[in-house]
């Protein structure tokens, strides 16, 4: 069955470490998207890729950083310098006009 | 900017009906709406289309009105399934750019 796989499920950093979240989708998709969700914010776009080897900043990319070497993928790396990234986050892809597919989430926790 | 979803949450017996509203500021090309349960990941319900298109599933049902840039996600006859948090998002742009969501609606339906 197609969908979008997020591993792991959670996830915890130390202080100025960097981590890295893997998405992969074998949805055929070509645009993908990084959210992160904290209670009661909602969702809050991070980074998106259209196509592959280009992406694009979302509203809070500041600390994040990200690839897309293969249509499949799109991994997010939380740097040391994104102070408060303690939040759940989600994966998601979509063809054009249509619903998004999202995975089940990394939870990630600083320590 | 981040559309404002009300009510914020609502609390049903099984078999009422619910209204879901979603307003933006911006002029907008698509509104999405999804439910997310506790600790899921978000699913896709529908998409409303500038020109009145809509996909997505067929119990659910909704409203656009582009020229007040609002949505309505109406829920009737609720069953225990419904609980959740609904989310809209919204896309002004019409191209992948990733969506703009609300806050979210909590539904909690009662036996």
């Known amino acids: 069955d197609g969908g979008i796989t997020q591993s792991p499920k959670y996830l915890f950093r130390k202080e100025g470490q960097n981590v890295t979240l893997s998405c992969e989708q074998n949805l055929n998709h070509d645009a993908m998207y990084w959210y992160r969700q904290d209670p009661g914010q909602g969702l809050r776009l991070i980074y998106y890729?259209?196509?592959?080897?280009?992406?694009q900043k979302g509203d809070i990319a500041e600390g994040y950083s990200v690839s897309r070497e293969k249509k499949e993928s799109f991994p997010l790396t939380v740097t040391s310098a994104q102070k408060n990234p303690t939040a759940f986050y989600l994966c998601?892809?979509?063809?054009?006009?249509?619903?998004?597919?999202f995975g089940s989430g990394t939870r990630l926790t600083v320590v | 900017q981040q559309p404002v979803q009300s009510p914020q949450a609502v609390i049903l017996r099984e078999g009422e009906d619910a209204v879901i509203n979603c307003s933006s500021s911006?002029?907008?090309?698509?509104v999405h709406w999804y439910r997310q349960k506790h600790g899921e990941a978000p699913v896709f319900l529908m998409i409303l289309l500038k020109g009145g298109e809509q996909k997505g599933h067929e119990k659910i049902s909704a409203s656009f009105n582009e020229k007040k840039q609002q949505s309505s996600l109406y829920l009737t006859a609720s069953q225990l399934s419904y609980s959740g948090t609904y989310f809209c998002?919204?896309?002004?742009?019409?191209?992948?750019?990733?969506?703009?969501f609300g806050k979210g609606t909590h539904l909690i339906i009662q036996p």
């Open positions: 911006k002029a907008l090309y698509s």
């Open positions: 890729s259209q196509i592959v080897n280009d992406f």
């Open positions: 998002g919204t896309d002004s742009g019409g191209g992948a750019d990733g969506l703009t």
């Open positions: 998601a892809s979509s063809p054009n006009s249509y619903g998004y597919t």
